[in-house]
């Protein structure tokens, strides 16, 4: 059984910065590619950046692409969402998922993830 467990979430104020991580057992990291999403009430689940295993293939949604950066230790079974410039549109819960690398589902497909952490709630407001 695949288990995630994030940390890192708080309350920031606006053009404030964070440092999400999630950590896979290492029987299941080095093979799969990680993602993070996001949840804010009332809203749906929102991809939010992704990793292959070799970090070779980064996405990331247009509402954080320049702001956001994801990175992955392997040698810590560790993937990392650091969050720049910060505003409060991105006041969510923050979800890590994994999925095989094999997976050919688009990188924002949800329903293709397998294992997810129960989430970190990160808030933005001065």
């Known amino acids: 059984q695949e288990y995630l467990e994030e940390s890192g979430g708080g309350l920031v104020q606006p053009e404030g910065s964070l440092r999400l991580s999630c950590t896979l057992s290492?029987?299941?990291?080095?093979?799969?590619?990680m993602a993070w999403f996001r949840q804010a009430p009332g809203k749906e689940r929102e991809a939010v950046s992704y990793?292959?295993?070799?970090?070779?293939?980064?996405y990331y949604s247009d509402s954080v692409k320049g702001r956001f950066t994801i990175s992955r230790d392997n040698a810590k079974n560790t993937v990392y969402l650091q969050m720049n410039s910060l505003q409060p549109e991105d006041t969510a819960v923050y979800y890590c998922?994994?999925?095989?690398?094999?997976?050919?589902?688009?990188?924002?497909?949800?329903?293709?993830?397998?294992?997810w952490g129960r989430g970190t709630q990160v808030t933005v407001s001065s």
């Open positions: 290492k029987l299941f990291f080095d093979d799969n590619s």
């Open positions: 990793v292959d295993p070799s970090s070779r293939i980064v």
């Open positions: 998922a994994a999925r095989t690398k094999y997976h050919l589902a688009s990188w924002n497909d949800d329903t293709s993830y397998r294992a």
